[in-house]
């Protein structure tokens, strides 16, 4: 009967700790208000999927000022698929905001390419510098979508 106790006991500490538990949200990026999606031409070309970026060319976006310093990327599209994404600028103040950005920024460049737009999660640890360059590599994409 001790060992049923136990369980019981440990179950029901494992249920109060998850229900404590509050879902993960990214910091607001300081002095950026959040993008809203920009509408799509009533007519998109053949085969493309509406909303989708459907210029050639690398396109730059805007520089997002984080609480850690300025994240810009260029965007490089073929077709309106993104084929690249350069960093222009990022947080480098010092040798934390280095390492910060020396991971996460290749995980987000290769969440971008595989998803093929900036709808991808950010990197944990890096929420600052993650939104930044999801906001940044947004208006890339604006920019060739117009």
Do not use: C, W
Request: net charge positive; glycine share 8%.
């Amino acid at each position: 009967m001790r060992p049923a106790v136990l369980a019981t006991m440990g179950i029901s500490a494992l249920i109060v700790t998850l229900l404590a538990l509050k879902p993960h949200q990214l910091p607001a990026v300081a002095g950026v208000s959040p993008r809203s999606p920009t509408a799509s031409s009533p007519h998109p070309p053949s085969g493309a999927t509406p909303g989708a970026p459907t210029g050639t060319g690398t396109f730059t976006g805007d520089p997002i000022d984080t609480q850690y310093g300025t994240v810009q990327v260029a965007a490089t599209l073929s077709k309106g698929k993104i084929t690249s994404v350069k960093v222009l600028q990022a947080p480098d103040q010092n040798g934390r905001d280095r390492q910060i950005a020396s991971y996460a920024l290749p995980r987000l460049t290769q969440e971008a390419l595989g998803a093929q737009s900036a709808h991808i999660d950010a990197v944990s640890g890096a929420s600052y510098t993650s939104e930044g360059y999801i906001q940044s590599l947004q208006s890339a994409l604006d920019r060739a979508h117009a």
